[in-house]
């Protein structure tokens, strides 16, 4: 991890009365949250057909355009905020899971027992830290010289409107664009003495990342040198990784994140599980190509090699890309998979993991969210309390990130860039790549998640927990 400037103050105790906007929804609930609104969607080019060599280190010729992250699918959101990984407080202090005994959030339900239970109610356990991460190697990850700029493809057609709506990035595509006068614009903040890194900053922060890709082409084109090696050369630093992270096409950060996690000795856990267990079926099936094509490896053997046992087999059933993605939810499968569950754990002596494997790797994120309802009244307690007291260590954390993911995503980034900033130092790599992997998806949605969990605005945080050029982009990027 690296050092941070700044002393924090604890943050207060964070209360469950909170009125997510909309939530209940009138007409039930937004069927995608966490993707990008309709029109602005584009695919990664097919399997075999990217423009440029399949092992790292060299970089490539500036191609169009970029390969960027697939339209989602799945999540509902849930009401607000839920505690931090490593100890859940008891049944019915976790937004969007049911009151043991209560009644089940779904629309139209009343609020009953299971909503609002203030932090001095029953059963409130409080907002433990999570453990320590650790991080192999320390200090800010090397990103490497030359990254790919992809080939511009046409959107996916006949996209369903239901699947780009309900949230929002931070960053929008710029009207006016122009790559020639944005490459101009950086080649005179980097020519000379001294770098004008608030120039950069004014660039970087306010393109999407299609266009970013557009400015790294039309700069070798202009000026015959490579972008990214001269940003390289000007910055150092934390700035240096979120420049980089930035003209990073999205696919290929996810990829690269996912492989620095597991290179050298250790392995990042929480990298993987935050990226594996968050993405939808076309993101995952894009990374796992371009992870193949850019580091000529295969990322299930590699997740073999570096993981073991019940949490091996999360990931791997993660990296597959198969989960349901049908967003009709059956109540009755809802029904008898919290009763497996309850079988499969609470119901019985020892657990059986490959059962919670196959229900949490396989349904869609709406249809676990209907389970999550369905157990509260068979066990008389939430399914994320029953999972922390049946698993431990990763593949506990796995699980609940598929949940939190089903009952409320931007709450559940919202928590990583929180403990990201809380306490002694900073764990800048994970602030740095949600920030930069969620800008253009749902950053709005996490932002308002953040106030109403900690009581504070992420700006605040992140403007307390960094200095300099950094903290410029970080809330040039976020927003106020």
């Excluded at 937004?95 to 629309?107: E, K």
């Excluded at 990073?248 to 993987?272: C, F, I, N």
């Excluded at 935050?274 to 490896?297: A, D, M, P, W």
């Excluded at 059933?317 to 109540?331: F, I, L």
């Amino acid at each position: 991890m690296s050092g941070s400037a700044g002393q924090r103050s604890e943050a207060p105790q964070v209360s469950l009365r909170m009125s997510y906007p909309g939530y209940p929804p009138s007409g039930g609930y937004p069927a995608f949250p966490g993707y990008p609104p309709t029109g602005q969607e584009s695919v990664y080019p097919p399997a075999g057909q990217y423009s440029y060599p399949a092992v790292p280190g060299g970089y490539p010729p500036a191609g169009g355009g970029t390969y960027s992250a697939a339209p989602p699918s799945a999540g509902y959101p849930g009401a607000a905020g839920y505690p931090a990984p490593g100890g859940y407080p008891a049944p019915g202090s976790y937004p969007g899971a049911p009151q043991a005994g209560g009644m089940p959030p779904y629309p139209g339900a009343p609020a009953g027992p299971g909503f609002g239970v203030p932090p001095t109610g029953p059963g409130f356990g409080g907002y433990p830290q999570p453990p320590a991460q650790s991080y192999a190697g320390g200090g800010p990850a090397q990103i490497p010289v030359g990254y790919p700029s992809g080939q511009a493809v046409s959107p996916v057609p006949g996209l369903p409107a239901a699947m780009a709506q309900c949230t929002q990035g931070t960053i929008q595509a710029a009207p006016n664009f122009d790559a020639g006068r944005d490459a101009e614009i950086l080649r005179k903040a980097m020519k000379g003495f001294g770098t004008d890194e608030q120039a950069i900053i004014n660039v970087v922060a306010n393109r999407s990342n299609d266009q970013r890709q557009k400015i790294k082409a039309a700069f070798k084109t202009m000026y015959g040198k490579d972008l990214i090696k001269d940003l390289k050369s000007e910055l150092s630093g934390n700035v240096e990784e979120l420049i980089l992270a930035l003209f990073m096409p999205r696919t290929y950060y996810d990829a690269w994140s996912l492989r620095h996690a597991m290179k050298g000795a250790g392995t990042q856990e929480r990298v993987l599980i935050e990226i594996l267990c968050t993405r939808t079926n076309q993101e995952i099936r894009e990374i796992v190509n371009c992870y193949k094509s850019e580091f000529g490896r295969d990322i299930e053997q590699d997740i073999r090699a570096d993981t073991s046992g019940h949490f091996e087999r999360l990931l791997v059933s993660m990296c597959q890309g198969n989960r349901d993605e049908n967003q009709t939810v059956d109540y009755q499968k809802a029904q008898e998979d919290a009763q497996r569950l309850y079988q499969a754990g609470e119901g019985r002596l020892g657990t059986d993991e490959s059962c919670f494997n196959m229900v949490l790797a396989s349904r869609s994120f709406p249809q676990l969210k209907a389970t999550v309802e369905a157990y509260s009244r068979i066990a008389n307690r939430d399914l994320l309390s029953s999972i922390d007291r049946e698993f431990s260590g990763n593949v506990e954390r796995g699980l609940k990130t598929i949940l939190q993911c089903a009952l409320n995503r931007p709450a559940f980034f919202a928590e990583r860039l929180y403990y990201s900033m809380k306490g002694a130092g900073t764990d800048d790599s994970t602030l740095i790549r949600i920030i930069v992997t969620r800008s253009e998806i749902d950053l709005v949605q996490i932002k308002q998640m953040f106030t109403q969990m900690y009581q504070k605005t992420l700006a605040t945080m992140i403007a307390s927990d960094t200095s300099g050029d950094y903290r410029s982009l970080l809330l040039a990027i976020v927003g106020q």
